[in-house]
C-alpha cells in the first residue's frame, strides 16, 4: 500500500521560504514521476511541479524561478523549496506519486 506523508507547511511572511517534504512508503519509488499540486480555497487543484525518474522536472508559470522541486530515491523523498512567497502561493500542497496516489496535504500560509 502506496504511503504519501507530506511536512513542511506553515505561516511565512511573503518574500519568505519554505521546504515542502513529501516520504513515500509502499512502492518502488524510484521509478515514478513525483508531483506537487496545490488547492487554493475555491479554486481547482492545480500542477505546481513534477519531477520524473531521470530527473527531468516541469514548473507552473506561476512558479518558475521561485520554486525548485528535488527528489532523493535514497530517502524515498521528494522535496518542494519555495521562495520569494506570494500570498498568492497560500493552498494546501498536495504530493503526488504518478499522479495516482495522494498524500493528505500540508497547509502553506503566506501572509504579513
Known amino acids: 500500500q502506496v504511503q504519501l506523508v507530506e511536512s513542511g507547511g506553515g505561516l511565512v511572511q511573503p518574500g519568505g521560504s519554505l521546504r515542502l517534504s513529501c516520504a513515500a512508503s509502499?512502492?518502488?519509488?524510484?521509478?515514478?514521476?513525483m508531483g506537487w499540486y496545490r488547492q487554493a480555497p475555491g479554486k481547482q487543484r492545480e500542477l505546481v511541479a513534477a519531477?520524473?525518474?531521470?530527473?527531468?522536472?516541469n514548473y507552473a508559470d506561476s512558479v518558475k524561478g521561485r520554486f525548485t522541486i528535488s527528489r532523493d530515491n535514497a530517502k524515498n523523498t521528494v522535496y518542494l523549496q519555495m521562495n520569494s512567497l506570494r500570498p498568492e502561493d497560500t493552498a494546501v500542497y498536495y504530493c503526488?506519486?504518478?499522479?495516482?496516489?495522494w498524500g493528505q496535504g500540508t497547509q502553506v500560509t503566506v501572509s504579513s
Open positions: 509502499g512502492s518502488i519509488f524510484s521509478i515514478y514521476t
Open positions: 503526488t506519486e504518478a499522479f495516482t496516489y
Open positions: 519531477i520524473t525518474s531521470r530527473g527531468s522536472t
